[in-house]
């Protein structure tokens, strides 16, 4: 039996309007601050509007602390220079992730939103996040999954068969970048369910591999037999066409030479 792992992958995000209500600073302050990034988006979303996070939410509370204390901006650009980003924000965010919209995952794995929703409620797939005005937002990893989903589909897996791939990917997921939030026994039996499943698809890979060898043989060899046959009734065709023609060109000409003969009695 599945247990999902008790992690939940979704957490809020902020655009740059929540962004400012939540950390308090002037607008201008936080441009400066991005400008001198000592202050980053946590990523952006379909590669143009930027987003933060709570990590994002964290060091600005802490640099609205350094402003409440009496530091000015200048001050402030030095002081988060010198000790860095916070180390909560720091292993969260890492380079910063790129989400998408369910518009945009449906175009990049050429499907349409209505699909996206349809696996959602099935439980196959998830958002990671929330965008202020309630969309959607999915990691750059549900692109990987959502191939799969199609490929599995091809296959001949129902939903629910996929969904116990969908939902052990996830787990794999939060066990590569939350291992400290989870049970290490939790951890490895999960791991052993991932092994098991990675192990049952590689065999049936292979069982499809050597299905898709002998169709191949089998198309080849039809697509041979197709060109023979129909090289033989384009020849017949013709040899048809040439016959019908020499026949018509015959009786026109015994036509012209009755013609002749009548002239000639006259």
């Not at 897996?157 to 116990?164: A, G, V």
């Not at 069982?207 to 198309?219: H, N, P, S």
């Not at 016959?243 to 000409?253: H, P, R, S």
Request: with cysteine; proline share 3%; net charge positive.
């Amino acid at each position: 039996m599945n247990v999902n792992v008790e992690v939940s992958m979704a957490e809020p995000i902020y655009d740059k309007k929540e962004f400012l209500k939540k950390v308090a600073l002037a607008e201008e302050t936080v441009d400066a601050l991005l400008k001198a990034q000592v202050l980053r988006p946590a990523g952006r979303v379909d590669d143009e509007m930027p987003y933060f996070d709570e990590g994002s939410a964290e060091a600005g509370e802490a640099i609205a602390k350094l402003f409440e204390i009496g530091y000015d901006l200048d001050e402030v650009i030095r002081i988060r220079r010198k000790i860095g980003l916070p180390k909560k924000r720091a292993a969260r965010t890492g380079k910063g992730r790129h989400l998408l919209t369910v518009g945009a995952l449906a175009k990049r794995i050429d499907s349409n939103a209505r699909t996206i929703k349809h696996w959602e409620e099935k439980g196959i797939i998830e958002p990671d996040s929330y965008s202020p005005g309630g969309f959607r937002i999915y990691g750059e990893h549900y692109v990987k999954l959502c191939l799969l989903i199609q490929d599995l589909q091809l296959f001949g897996y129902s939903l629910d068969e996929i969904k116990i791939f969908a939902d052990l990917f996830r787990d794999f997921l939060a066990i590569r970048d939350r291992p400290d939030d989870l049970d290490p026994a939790l951890i490895l039996k999960k791991a052993g369910r991932m092994k098991e499943q990675v192990a049952g698809l590689n065999s049936k890979m292979r069982l499809f591999e050597k299905g898709i060898d002998r169709w191949r043989g089998l198309l080849k060899q039809k697509q041979r037999e197709l060109s023979i046959m129909t090289a033989k009734i384009e020849k017949k065709h013709r040899k048809g066409g040439k016959d019908a023609g020499t026949a018509k060109a015959a009786v026109k000409g015994d036509g012209q030479k009755k013609s002749k003969k009548t002239n000639s009695k006259g």
